[in-house]
């Protein structure tokens, strides 16, 4: 403590105090060029490593950027060959219908009608009907400062499109799609960084749900019910615009990541319950 005080006690060292006492028995004024240089010196010092930090900043990371467009590459080589599958499986599917078809005969019969029955109910046979068509897209932006992203609890989420789905599947739907991407038993819907997935497949907005049935039970639950109360506090509360129409023709078409469970059927002598 007693040297950090005679430092700032005396500042200046005592060379300096010297030179400064001669000048003043001689008459003259006390020499300020050093400390005007040494001000200045230091404010050279401070600006150049001030311009060196700003461009330090602004330079652009070489390995964030190579790790980016590493993963951008690796994603379209995934999405490119998810769709080389999904081609796979369509030419596969129309080769099993046509054996399908050479199986049970050109015409009627009951295993006929069961094949597709239970195509329809795995959702492996597009669906044409009518049904209710609900589009959900993220609040409007700001005319203020339209390059400005909305706020989160103004955009369309997984947990929004789980609740419109399944009051719809609740009152009456017999097939519903989004996007294009058919709903099945296994189907999940979740919310993946900032994008909405529904089998692996991420979905763009607008979101666009499709549901073929009872449309008259559909409409209600849209429009008085749960569902629908729902909608309009996404609307009211929050800015996400919602339509919902009624039409007499609707497309759903055939799941496109369908997938076979094989279950264990357990004997008398080894069944585990």
């Known amino acids: 403590m007693a040297l950090l005080q005679e430092v700032l006690d005396r500042p200046l060292d005592p060379g300096y105090a010297s030179a400064a006492q001669a000048r003043q028995e001689r008459g003259l004024e006390p020499s300020t060029g050093g400390r005007t240089l040494l001000l200045l010196v230091v404010s050279l010092l401070l600006g150049f490593l001030l311009a060196v930090a700003v461009v330090t900043l602004r330079a652009p990371d070489p390995d964030a950027n190579t790790a980016r467009a590493e993963l951008i590459e690796r994603i379209q080589e995934l999405e490119a060959l998810g769709d080389e599958r999904a081609a796979l499986i369509e030419t596969l599917r129309l080769e099993v219908g046509a054996l399908e078809g050479e199986a ?3 015409g009627p019969s009951p295993l006929a009608e069961r094949l597709r029955q239970e195509a329809l109910a795995a959702g492996a046979a597009p669906m044409v009907g009518p049904g209710v068509r609900v589009v959900m897209d993220d609040a409007a932006l700001s005319d203020a400062d339209p390059d400005a992203a909305p706020p989160q609890d103004s955009r369309v989420l997984a947990r929004d499109l789980q609740v419109v789905v399944n009051g719809l599947w609740a009152h009456g739907a017999e097939a519903v799609a989004i996007n294009g991407q058919r709903l ?7 919310f993946a960084g900032e994008a909405i997935v529904v089998d692996f497949r991420g979905l763009t907005r607008p979101y666009e749900v499709i549901a073929l049935g009872d449309t008259s039970a559909m409409m209600d639950e849209l429009g008085d019910g749960e569902t629908g109360r729902y909608l309009a506090e996404l609307t009211d509360d929050y800015g996400i615009e919602v339509q919902v129409l009624a ?17 264990r059927v357990g004997t008398e002598e080894g069944d585990d319950g």
């Open 247 to 263: 039409e007499e023709e609707l497309t759903v078409p055939a799941g496109s990541r369908l997938s076979t469970r094989l279950a």
């Open 184 to 190: 099945t038993a296994t189907s999940a819907i979740r």
């Open 104 to 106: 049970v005969g050109r």
